[in-house]
Protein backbone atom coordinates (compact mmCIF):
# COMPACT_ATOMS: atom_id res chain seq x y z
CA UNK A 1 0.00 0.00 0.00
CA UNK A 2 1.24 3.49 -1.29
CA UNK A 3 2.15 5.29 1.84
CA UNK A 4 2.52 8.58 -0.30
CA UNK A 5 0.72 9.21 -3.18
CA UNK A 6 0.90 11.66 -5.97
CA UNK A 7 -2.12 11.33 -8.01
CA UNK A 8 -0.93 13.02 -10.90
CA UNK A 9 1.63 11.71 -13.36
CA UNK A 10 1.70 14.46 -15.21
CA UNK A 11 1.09 18.29 -15.61
CA UNK A 12 1.26 20.92 -18.01
CA UNK A 13 1.81 24.28 -17.14
CA UNK A 14 2.64 27.56 -19.58
CA UNK A 15 5.65 29.42 -18.77
CA UNK A 16 5.03 32.63 -16.69
CA UNK A 17 2.03 30.74 -14.57
CA UNK A 18 1.64 28.81 -11.53
CA UNK A 19 2.60 25.06 -10.93
CA UNK A 20 1.01 23.40 -8.19
CA UNK A 21 2.39 19.54 -7.69
CA UNK A 22 0.34 17.46 -5.28
CA UNK A 23 1.06 14.96 -2.44
CA UNK A 24 -0.82 13.03 -0.54
CA UNK A 25 -0.02 11.05 2.41
CA UNK A 26 -1.75 7.99 4.64
CA UNK A 27 0.56 7.86 7.96
CA UNK A 28 0.06 10.77 10.45
CA UNK A 29 3.19 10.16 11.79
CA UNK A 30 5.11 11.50 9.32
CA UNK A 31 7.25 14.34 10.20
CA UNK A 32 9.39 15.59 7.65
CA UNK A 33 8.73 16.22 4.32
CA UNK A 34 11.01 16.38 1.10
CA UNK A 35 10.56 17.45 -2.77
CA UNK A 36 13.16 16.34 -5.38
CA UNK A 37 13.17 17.24 -8.58
CA UNK A 38 14.58 14.81 -11.73
CA UNK A 39 15.59 15.40 -14.61
CA UNK A 40 16.20 12.12 -17.07
CA UNK A 41 19.46 10.50 -17.01
CA UNK A 42 20.14 11.75 -13.71
CA UNK A 43 19.58 11.42 -10.07
CA UNK A 44 17.18 13.91 -8.37
CA UNK A 45 18.39 17.11 -6.84
CA UNK A 46 16.56 18.36 -3.27
CA UNK A 47 14.61 21.24 -3.94
CA UNK A 48 12.52 22.07 -0.48
CA UNK A 49 11.84 20.55 2.98
CA UNK A 50 9.33 21.29 5.55
CA UNK A 51 8.79 19.83 8.94
CA UNK A 52 5.60 19.40 10.48
CA UNK A 53 5.96 22.63 13.20
CA UNK A 54 5.47 24.34 9.92
CA UNK A 55 2.84 24.68 7.38
CA UNK A 56 4.68 26.64 4.99
CA UNK A 57 8.35 26.66 3.27
CA UNK A 58 9.25 29.26 0.87
CA UNK A 59 12.56 29.12 -0.94
CA UNK A 60 12.91 31.78 -4.08
CA UNK A 61 9.54 30.47 -6.32
CA UNK A 62 9.35 27.25 -4.73
CA UNK A 63 6.85 26.95 -1.51
CA UNK A 64 5.47 24.10 -0.28
CA UNK A 65 2.27 24.40 1.99
CA UNK A 66 1.41 21.11 4.25
CA UNK A 67 -2.06 20.43 5.57
CA UNK A 68 -1.88 18.01 8.21
CA UNK A 69 -5.18 16.99 9.05
CA UNK A 70 -5.97 16.84 5.32
CA UNK A 71 -2.38 14.69 4.91
CA UNK A 72 -1.68 16.44 2.01
CA UNK A 73 1.46 18.94 0.72
CA UNK A 74 1.60 20.58 -2.20
CA UNK A 75 4.12 22.21 -3.94
CA UNK A 76 4.09 25.75 -6.14
CA UNK A 77 6.29 26.90 -8.41
CA UNK A 78 5.87 30.35 -9.29
CA UNK A 79 6.73 31.71 -11.80
CA UNK A 80 7.05 28.24 -13.80
CA UNK A 81 9.94 28.41 -16.46
CA UNK A 82 10.95 25.52 -19.19
CA UNK A 83 13.72 24.89 -16.98
CA UNK A 84 11.26 23.45 -14.19
CA UNK A 85 10.32 20.72 -16.65
CA UNK A 86 11.16 17.57 -14.74
CA UNK A 87 9.65 14.83 -12.73
CA UNK A 88 8.93 15.84 -8.76
CA UNK A 89 9.23 13.55 -5.95
CA UNK A 90 7.13 13.78 -2.92
CA UNK A 91 9.20 11.70 0.11
CA UNK A 92 8.27 11.82 3.82
CA UNK A 93 9.42 10.28 6.73
CA UNK A 94 8.94 10.01 10.57
CA UNK A 95 12.00 11.82 10.76
CA UNK A 96 12.25 12.07 14.70
CA UNK A 97 12.24 8.57 14.98
CA UNK A 98 15.07 7.82 13.08
CA UNK A 99 12.84 6.46 9.74
CA UNK A 100 14.03 6.62 6.09
CA UNK A 101 12.18 8.40 3.42
CA UNK A 102 9.42 6.74 1.74
CA UNK A 103 9.08 8.22 -1.46
CA UNK A 104 5.62 9.10 -4.13
CA UNK A 105 5.55 7.38 -7.77
CA UNK A 106 6.36 11.60 -9.14
CA UNK A 107 4.58 14.13 -11.05
CA UNK A 108 5.99 14.70 -14.40
CA UNK A 109 5.96 18.78 -15.05
CA UNK A 110 6.05 20.02 -18.26
CA UNK A 111 6.48 23.95 -18.49
CA UNK A 112 5.43 25.01 -22.38
CA UNK A 113 7.09 28.23 -23.62
CA UNK B 1 30.40 19.23 -9.33
CA UNK B 2 28.77 15.92 -8.40
CA UNK B 3 29.62 14.92 -4.75
CA UNK B 4 28.56 11.43 -5.05
CA UNK B 5 29.70 9.02 -8.38
CA UNK B 6 28.32 6.43 -9.44
CA UNK B 7 29.58 4.25 -12.26
CA UNK B 8 28.89 2.85 -14.06
CA UNK B 9 26.11 5.26 -15.65
CA UNK B 10 25.00 2.56 -18.12
CA UNK B 11 25.09 -0.71 -18.30
CA UNK B 12 23.41 -4.35 -20.82
CA UNK B 13 24.93 -7.17 -19.62
CA UNK B 14 24.32 -11.31 -19.95
CA UNK B 15 22.22 -13.50 -17.90
CA UNK B 16 23.91 -15.31 -15.10
CA UNK B 17 26.88 -12.39 -14.87
CA UNK B 18 27.77 -10.74 -11.68
CA UNK B 19 28.19 -7.27 -11.33
CA UNK B 20 29.12 -4.58 -8.86
CA UNK B 21 27.69 -0.98 -8.96
CA UNK B 22 30.06 1.40 -7.09
CA UNK B 23 28.81 4.47 -5.33
CA UNK B 24 31.38 6.95 -3.89
CA UNK B 25 30.45 10.30 -1.78
CA UNK B 26 33.13 13.13 -0.69
CA UNK B 27 31.14 14.17 1.75
CA UNK B 28 31.65 12.37 5.08
CA UNK B 29 28.50 11.72 5.20
CA UNK B 30 27.61 8.40 7.41
CA UNK B 31 24.35 7.45 5.63
CA UNK B 32 24.22 6.28 2.52
CA UNK B 33 21.41 4.39 0.18
CA UNK B 34 20.53 2.38 -2.62
CA UNK B 35 17.18 3.11 -4.32
CA UNK B 36 15.42 0.96 -7.40
CA UNK B 37 13.41 2.79 -9.51
CA UNK B 38 11.73 1.18 -12.57
CA UNK B 39 10.32 4.09 -15.02
CA UNK B 40 7.03 6.21 -13.38
CA UNK B 41 7.35 4.58 -10.39
CA UNK B 42 8.35 5.51 -7.04
CA UNK B 43 11.89 5.10 -5.71
CA UNK B 44 12.01 1.77 -3.62
CA UNK B 45 14.79 1.47 -0.70
CA UNK B 46 16.64 -1.87 -1.38
CA UNK B 47 19.78 -1.18 0.97
CA UNK B 48 21.17 1.87 3.45
CA UNK B 49 24.01 1.48 5.91
CA UNK B 50 24.50 3.67 9.00
CA UNK B 51 28.31 3.56 9.23
CA UNK B 52 31.12 1.61 8.42
CA UNK B 53 30.45 -2.10 8.68
CA UNK B 54 26.91 -1.49 9.03
CA UNK B 55 24.30 -2.57 6.32
CA UNK B 56 20.45 -3.25 6.36
CA UNK B 57 18.05 -4.07 3.94
CA UNK B 58 15.50 -1.41 2.90
CA UNK B 59 12.01 -1.93 2.61
CA UNK B 60 12.07 -3.44 -1.43
CA UNK B 61 13.36 -7.26 -1.11
CA UNK B 62 16.35 -7.18 -3.52
CA UNK B 63 18.95 -10.55 -4.64
CA UNK B 64 21.61 -7.95 -4.41
CA UNK B 65 23.91 -7.14 -1.45
CA UNK B 66 26.06 -4.36 -0.06
CA UNK B 67 29.33 -3.79 1.98
CA UNK B 68 30.43 -0.69 3.65
CA UNK B 69 34.16 -1.17 4.44
CA UNK B 70 34.53 2.39 3.82
CA UNK B 71 32.58 5.54 4.83
CA UNK B 72 33.05 7.34 1.59
CA UNK B 73 32.28 3.82 -0.49
CA UNK B 74 28.92 1.60 -0.85
CA UNK B 75 29.41 -0.98 -3.72
CA UNK B 76 26.24 -2.92 -4.55
CA UNK B 77 26.71 -6.27 -5.65
CA UNK B 78 24.19 -8.82 -7.77
CA UNK B 79 25.77 -12.19 -7.68
CA UNK B 80 24.05 -13.59 -10.63
CA UNK B 81 22.23 -10.78 -13.16
CA UNK B 82 18.63 -12.00 -14.22
CA UNK B 83 16.12 -9.63 -16.52
CA UNK B 84 14.10 -9.11 -13.81
CA UNK B 85 16.45 -7.17 -12.09
CA UNK B 86 16.41 -4.31 -15.04
CA UNK B 87 16.38 -1.38 -13.29
CA UNK B 88 18.02 2.39 -12.45
CA UNK B 89 19.58 1.90 -9.01
CA UNK B 90 20.16 5.43 -7.49
CA UNK B 91 22.94 5.98 -4.61
CA UNK B 92 22.28 8.55 -2.18
CA UNK B 93 23.60 9.77 1.24
CA UNK B 94 22.67 12.06 3.85
CA UNK B 95 23.84 14.32 5.96
CA UNK B 96 21.76 15.38 9.19
CA UNK B 97 22.99 19.00 10.20
CA UNK B 98 21.69 22.36 9.16
CA UNK B 99 17.88 22.86 7.29
CA UNK B 100 18.60 20.33 4.60
CA UNK B 101 17.82 16.57 5.82
CA UNK B 102 17.34 15.34 2.97
CA UNK B 103 19.70 12.88 0.10
CA UNK B 104 21.96 13.80 -1.91
CA UNK B 105 22.03 11.42 -5.17
CA UNK B 106 24.34 10.15 -7.30
CA UNK B 107 23.44 10.19 -11.02
CA UNK B 108 22.16 6.65 -11.13
CA UNK B 109 23.07 3.22 -13.45
CA UNK B 110 20.86 2.18 -15.38
CA UNK B 111 21.37 -1.56 -15.72
CA UNK B 112 19.48 -3.93 -18.56
CA UNK B 113 20.01 -7.82 -18.29
CA UNK B 114 19.69 -9.39 -21.50
Known amino acids: DQQVKQNSPSLSVQEGRISILNCDYTNSMFDYFLWYKKYPAEGPTFLIS?????DKNEDGRFTVFLNKSAKHLSLHIVPSQPGDSAVYFC????????????FGPGTRLSVLP | EADIYQTPRYLVIGTGKKITLECSQT?????MYWYQQDPGMELHLIHYSYGVNSTEKGDLSSESTVSRIRTEHFPLTLESARPSHTSQYLCASRKETGQNYGYTFGSGTRLTVV
Open chain 1, 91 to 102: AASRYNYGQNFV
Open chain 2, 27 to 31: MGHDK
Open chain 1, 50 to 54: ISSIK
